[in-house]
């Protein structure tokens, strides 16, 4: 049996997706799976994420090197991945999602609201800006970019006082330790796919793909995702946008239900439309859809177009 050849960037955080994914992949399939550093654009530049459009900057690469043959199939998170199909490329598996909310790294133990007015709190996401912003604190948001440790050593060495991250991605690294705050999604609404992994491979390998498809896919976790996603396509949004949306499976009184809430700001945060809808589990896309639309009749599609103050 070949050695199936796992196409991931060279990240800390991507390694560790990577090896977690292949770690499965051996133990339920008996394959072995080694690992194939691919660099991507949004590794070789230090622009902000939002001027490279956000969309795909991390993916690309790694999809030209499946499309070459360079390499079996591919891990992303998958909040990273562009909402348009790709050609000759199968989303084969999405695994059980961890937790996707976001939280907070902070000098002293503090949270967000101990910390004091001016305070500078970084991230690199449009998203959390306007949210952040909407809470009026009165924290100074900048601009960060980098790996994990780049980040949270921002805060050790004095030059910020927090910074933003995704839960998911500290616990994947073992350094939940270092958290000051689990924001609330009341509050801050991840990103679309937050918190879940994209398992992808070449389509015409039907074989790897149905491997995959039964060995790694969650459901509810595709099913959630699917919802939040085409939210953020129908909004013709893309993931560095300020949207969030998060997707349950919940038990309904007559089966499966999916419930589903997500946000569409202005950049600086000073308007919103937030609403919620649900429906049924077994159609993610028509439930997602549905609260879209309800959400560009509230004035979501105006609310993106704004250039916001910050």
Request: glycine content about 10%; charged content about 25%.
């Amino acid at each position: 049996m070949t050695v199936l050849r796992l196409g991931t960037r060279a990240s800390a955080l991507a390694r560790t997706q990577s090896q977690l994914i292949a770690d499965l992949i051996a133990e339920r399939t008996g394959r072995a799976v080694e690992l194939v550093h691919v660099a991507t654009e949004g590794d070789t530049t230090a622009a902000p994420l939002a001027s490279l459009g956000g969309t795909g900057v991390f993916v690309s690469a790694l999809r030209e090197a499946l499309l070459r043959g360079e390499v079996d199939l591919a891990v992303h998170s998958l909040k990273d991945l562009p909402t348009g199909p790709a050609e000759g490329i199968a989303l084969a598996a999405v695994p059980e999602r961890e937790d996707p909310r976001d939280v907070v790294v902070a000098r002293d133990g503090l949270t967000l609201g101990e910390l004091p007015a001016g305070a500078k709190v970084a991230t690199g996401s449009p998203r959390r800006v306007a949210q952040i912003e909407a809470l009026g604190l009165g924290v100074e948001l900048v601009g960060i970019r980098g790996n994990v440790d780049t980040r949270i050593g921002k805060v050790a060495s004095g030059e910020v006082d927090a910074v933003v991250l995704a839960r998911a991605g500290l616990a994947r690294l073992g350094r939940l330790d270092e958290v000051t705050e689990v924001l609330d999604p009341i509050q801050v609404l991840p990103a679309p796919g937050q918190g879940a992994l994209a398992v992808e491979c070449r389509s015409t390998d039907a074989d790897l793909v149905a491997l995959l498809a039964g060995a790694l896919d969650d459901p509810h976790t595709r099913a959630a995702v699917e919802c939040e996603r085409i939210v953020l396509a129908e909004l013709e949004a893309g993931c560095a946008a300020p949207v969030g949306a998060l997707a349950e499976v919940v038990e309904g009184e007559d089966g499966e239900e999916l419930w589903i809430r997500a946000v569409a700001s202005s950049l600086d945060g000073a308007l919103n439309v937030r609403l919620s809808a649900s429906g049924d589990a077994a159609d993610p896309i028509g439930v997602g859809r549905k609260l879209a639309a309800e959400m560009i009749a509230e004035g979501a599609h105006d609310l993106l177009d704004k250039p916001g103050e910050t």
